[in-house]
Nanobody
Framework: VQLVESGGGSVQPGGSLRLSCAAS????????MSWYRQAPEKEREWVAL????????NYAGSVKGRFTISRDNAKNTVYLQMNSLKVEDTAVYYC?????????WGQGTQVTVSP
């Protein structure tokens, strides 16, 4: 099983980035997918969730209205569109696949927001 994030980088406040997480080795459509992030010297925090079919999403309050999670089950990929980025969004972003008690994590992609 492999989850590979991409799309991170450096951007100025107010900018946008789109993260991708490509899954292999799993029946992707059976897994709820989430994005988490971990800032330096902080605990990992949940950012967004999308259910198996994509019919339901949920967001942390700090990103609601700015981030959008989506998925393409035909491409085994989940996305995180991040708009109106803030300095406090700087973190390593991880995707997570979850099915009941089974979970898998990607290696993370760095997002840096600075003036």
């Amino acid at each position: 099983v492999q989850l590979v994030e991409s799309g991170g980088g450096s951007v100025q406040p107010g900018g946008s980035l789109r993260l991708s997480c490509a899954a292999s080795g799993v029946t992707f459509s059976m897994y709820h997918m989430s994005w988490y992030r971990q800032a330096p010297e902080k605990e990992r925090e949940w950012v967004a969730l999308i259910t198996t079919s994509g019919s339901s999403t949920n967001y942390a309050g700090s990103v609601k209205g700015r981030f959008t999670i989506s998925r393409d089950n035909a491409k085994n990929t989940v996305y995180l569109q991040m708009n109106s980025l803030k300095v406090e969004d700087t973190a390593v972003y991880y995707c997570r696949a979850q099915l009941l008690s089974r979970e898998y994590w990607g290696q993370g992609t760095q997002v840096t927001v600075s003036p």
